[in-house]
């Protein structure tokens, strides 16, 4: 078995499509689908941090600054939601730009304060740069794709009660909060994970558009979990033979425009739930429909109408 | 420079002796002074349009739009590219703003039509459209399509960028950000009143025959214009001056007008603030303007007026101490009732009553400030104006056992508790409503008196 830089790539995006396909299941059920773009956003002031106060470019700090900064920034957003009057989406919103913009503000001093280093990469993080993937950034990947495989199992019911019915989830005993943690700090180090790959902006697509596109193939947990992350890996695996094959073409944001276009196929063409089907099938109900009341109406009211 | 100087020559710059007496003042040039004015100004302009959108973006929970829209003006940049291959900014500004349209409807249309939640939706459209503009611009070969100038913005480049426009010397943002402004507030002035009533009441506004959705896609086409027209300045960050101050206004304020105007003012005074900021520190204005914008949010979520954590934590201690002072009052009113005199309690005692505790301790002072409690050698004793208070207090408390007891099936033993809660909260128009409801009763359901009205 040799390892060319194609292969080693491939890897790296199939696990990262795999794990953000499972975990991002829970974060759609649980409308949390953007959360993940505000935990990528807050990762940003984290990797500037780590960077100025270790002075280390070795990529396990500055992904331990990033995670912890994306953790405060998760926490951030479930405190203003308790003790302000603000709505979710103005918290998203807030907590997202205030992050990312002093991640820009310490991004900017590190560049023109350490010309001559190579601090400016910090830049890279935004859109990513999979194709210059180690071995050692897959291993990363494979040890959280597994971390979070073998959590998932372990607590499937659990995160399951919690995804349908919180309510039910509490008055059952369950810890609720402490289960919505777990989820979140899934969701954080599958973003975290991400970042270098396809950057912060694109991190949080491969956590949505996999589990929004299997939502229309099925309404069976488990079935939607196996899908997104097929999906999810499918999306890593041909956006990066695609940017293998075409030349100066980034493998993050090719690995999201696969994934948009597999949900795309299936909006359009999944049994039941797709939008092919629904509209033939409401046109026939609104047939029925038209049918059964017509009859009734017309005696009386046809003058009135016409 | 040079060419700056010559087009100087040419070409006045507005307030140019002002501008003069301001650099021999500081003792700076007169082009680093024309260049922060330009800066202030641009960075100005950008916050006041954007907060003015901001509000109505945040009311009508559409505070991801912005945030969206700023992603996908890069895949209408790039699609102008791709169909043009040159970089005219006519074009681009209006492929941006297409894109800002079609990423509105796309959202909507995946939401209603494929019943995904709007925020997956939401984070489906940009994304992609975003992933589809990078593409094209890491395909642009050879010409300069500045990827860094969407993503962080350059308030600074913006300002010093100077370019005669209508006689004048101006920074060349200025072209697009005054329209912009200028649409805006003639937008909100005509669709005032649709504005208003479509935010905060979309369901009345239908039935008043008002056109929801199209004042929504309005809505949405001046958000894209203010989007697009600011990002030249500020880059994604343009999300920050769109959500950030109007959250603040949202916090100061519950009147609409006067939330535009704090909006407003909050939004000009980060872009100032992180102009300062930024040449102390040779940071991003853009960047520290969101950081300052945040400062201000957590500030105003601790000290606003009504809505702010410290003023509900101090309204909830005020509560919690008349409630123990009040316990203070009905329970030493049982006692002298019991034992048919006035009984002294000592001050401890007293805090006992009151459930001791921070709210305790207060509570024998807010009695003793209020002369509802007379206290001598250490006992206190209730006033007449406390035992005509704690009487009022008896009063409500046996009147909703009483009522508790009539109109639902409790039994007796569970009468006590929630009245002991209500008692604090029921006043005379409540008492009397209570009475003629028990047809004027004597006494409660344990058999104890209820007392008069006090005089």
């Known amino acids: ?89 103005a918290i998203l919103g807030t907590v997202l730009s205030i992050a990312y913009g002093l991640g820009i503000a310490l991004t900017r001093t590190i560049q023109n304060h350490h010309r001559n280093e190579r601090g400016a990469d910090l830049e890279s993080f935004i859109i990513g740069r999979a194709a210059t993937m180690l071995a050692g950034d897959v291993l990363q990947i494979a040890a959280t794709s597994v971390a979070c495989s073998i959590v998932i199992v372990l607590m499937y019911k659990e995160l399951k009660l919690l995804s349908f019915d919180e309510s039910f989830c509490r008055v059952q005993g369950w810890p609720a909060t402490r289960l919505d943690l777990l989820l979140m700090l899934l969701t954080a180090v ?86 092919l089907w629904n509209r033939g099938a409401a046109q026939e109900e609104l047939a029925a429909a038209a049918k059964e009341i017509l009859p009734t109406n017309t005696a009386g009211d046809t003058e009135v109408v016409s | 420079m040079n060419a700056i100087v010559l087009l100087a020559e040419q070409v006045p710059v507005p307030f140019a002796s002002g501008l003069s007496t301001i650099a021999e003042w500081l003792g700076q040039s007169r082009l680093t002074v024309e260049n922060a004015a330009g800066t202030l100004l641009v960075g100005g302009l950008c916050a006041a349009t954007c907060a003015l959108v901001g509000c109505f973006l945040l009311l009508r929970r559409m505070s991801l739009l912005g945030d969206a829209l700023s992603h996908s003006v890069l895949a209408g940049v790039a699609g102008v590219f791709l169909l043009t291959g040159r970089i005219d900014p006519v074009p681009m500004f209006l492929g941006a703003l297409l894109a800002g349209i079609v990423t509105a409807v796309a959202t909507q249309f995946i939401h209603r039509t494929g019943s995904v939640p709007e925020d997956s939706s939401i984070g489906i459209v940009f994304t992609s459209l975003f992933a589809f503009g990078v593409v094209v611009i890491s395909r642009a070969k050879g010409v300069h399509l500045d990827l860094d100038c969407v993503l962080f913005g350059d308030v600074a480049f913006a300002g010093m960028n100077f370019k005669p426009t209508l006689n004048w010397l101006l920074p060349e943002a200025i ?96 872009t100032t603030a992180g102009y300062f900021w930024a040449l102390r520190l040779n940071s991003s204005i853009a960047g520290l303007a969101a950081v300052v914008a945040g400062a201000e949010l957590a500030t105003a979520i601790l000290v606003a007026p009504k809505h702010g954590l410290l003023d509900r934590l101090r309204r909830s201690l005020q509560l919690k101490i008349r409630i123990a002072a009040e316990d203070v009052l009905a329970g030493l009113f049982r006692r002298m009732e019991r034992a048919g005199e006035a009984v002294p309690e000592s001050v401890p005692g007293c805090r006992t009553l009151a459930g001791n505790g921070v709210a305790g301790h207060f509570a024998v002072h807010w009695l003793s400030r209020r002369g509802l409690l007379v206290t001598a050698n250490g006992m206190a004793q209730l006033s007449d104006k406390g035992r005509r208070y704690a009487q009022g207090l008896v009063r409500s408390h046996r009147l909703w056992e009483s009522w508790l007891d009539q109109n639902f099936d409790l039994p007796p033993d569970h009468l006590h508790a929630p009245a002991e809660a209500m008692e604090h909260f029921i006043g005379p128009v409540i008492q009397r409503q209570l009475e003629d409801d028990l047809d004027q009763p004597g006494a409660d359901p344990h058999g104890r008196e209820i007392p008069e009205i006090p005089e």
């Open chain 1, 1 to 89: 078995m040799f390892l060319t830089q194609t292969t080693l790539v491939l890897w790296g995006t199939v696990l990262l499509g795999i794990t953000a396909g499972l975990v991002g299941t829970f974060a759609y059920l649980r409308r949390r689908a953007l959360a993940g773009d505000v935990i990528a956003h807050a990762a940003l002031p984290g990797l500037c941090l780590a960077f100025l106060i270790t002075q280390s470019r070795s990529m396990g700090v500055l992904l331990t600054g990033a995670l912890l900064t994306g953790i405060a920034g998760a926490f951030l957003m479930s405190l203003l939601r308790r003790i302000s009057r603000l709505r979710e989406d």
């Open chain 2, 175 to 270: 072209r697009t950000l005054v329209p912009a402004l200028i649409i805006t507030i003639v937008f909100l002035i005509l669709c005032w009143k649709e504005l208003q009533l479509t935010s905060f009441d979309p369901v009345h506004a239908a039935t008043l025959g008002f056109s929801v959705p199209l004042i929504h896609y309005l809505m949405t086409t001046v958000v894209a214009m203010v989007t697009v027209s600011a990002m030249n300045v500020v880059g994604l960050l343009v999300v920050a001056l769109l959500i950030v101050p109007a959250c603040i206004a949202r916090m100061l304020t519950d009147r609409l007008g006067r939330m535009l105007w704090i909006a407003v003012l909050s939004g000009m005074s980060c």
């Open chain 1, 190 to 275: 599958t973003v975290i994970t991400g970042l270098p790959a396809v950057g912060v902006v694109l991190t949080a697509a491969l956590l949505v558009i996999p589990a929004a596109a299997a939502r229309f193939w099925t309404d069976r947990l488990s079935w939607m979990m196996a899908i997104a992350a097929g999906i999810g890996g499918a999306s890593g695996a041909i956006g990066t033979l695609l940017s293998a094959r075409l030349d100066q073409m980034p493998t993050g944001p090719l690995v999201v425009l696969t994934a948009s276009t597999l949900f795309v196929v299936s909006w359009m063409f999944a049994p039941k739930r797709g939008w």
